[in-house]
DNA sequence: CATAATCTTTACGTTGACGTCAATGTAAAG
DNA sequence: CTTTACATTGACGTCAACGTAAAGATTATG
């Protein structure tokens, strides 16, 4: 095992790359407090957590959440305090989060069985056109 | 069976009610091309088939896309052309969709495996607390 | 050293998805 | 027939999530 890995920090322009986001966007979602790179001088450092972070943050968006709730999905993923009750708090917290993403993984499955139908539908449609233009 | 089901008709209050959305967002789905219901005079009137397309845009919405990407999926559950270049097009269509939604699953499924491992964890954390208090 | 490439902040522009309000129409109830 | 309730079409407002352009600071390169 190499040492390199887990110190490693990016610029803005290698994360924005990688991920295929823009700076700008990078950016926008720090003011929002997603994202809280350290800075050498003025410019930005992404560290390997934050780089995590943006993963988090682009599944999120790519499941259709808001910055907003993205930025309470974050809040799970950060341990922070310490008092039993809180984290049974932060644990029904996670129980709901954990409902959500089921019932969408429900519409999902049922968005992909409806496709998966139509496809038999228009595959058969097809065939059939071909038997009788072969007549 | 009774008769009364295919031809039932609603109005926009019954249908945002049922579906808790406003008034507003239908006609502007109806803006926007999603939804054409008819007319009695100047009052809409939605068909079942407007019902069920609403369905399909809510869980559209649910899902994380926007209202054009829903425009394009609703295109694809309304049969219409019988050309079978064109059936062969629309059943490409189909099969990106799929891949698609399956993209968005395997996503949401990693972020079940990763709220549902955080539980655990959170659970053990509680009770070791809780053993520690007893003593 | 000059200049080009990157970084920064500030600020205004844009697009999507509606909310809200005004002015008006119409249909049922009392 | 008047009131009450819900319908319609504009038109403008709003909020989120960035895009874009301006102007300056810093670093890299010929």
Redesign the pocket.
Known sequence: METIHKDRTY????LSKEFD?????L???ED?GLIS?E??????LYSARDRARLQLILRG?RLG??????HEILDLYTPKDHGTAQMRATLAKYRGQIETLKRQREDIEAAIKDMAEGCVWLEDQIHQHEAEASN
Chains 1, 2 share one sequence.
């Open positions: 610029s803005i322009r290698q986001v823009t700076a700008r966007a950016r926008f979602y929002k790179p800075r050498k001088g003025q410019t930005r968006k959440f808001s910055l907003i709730e993205i």
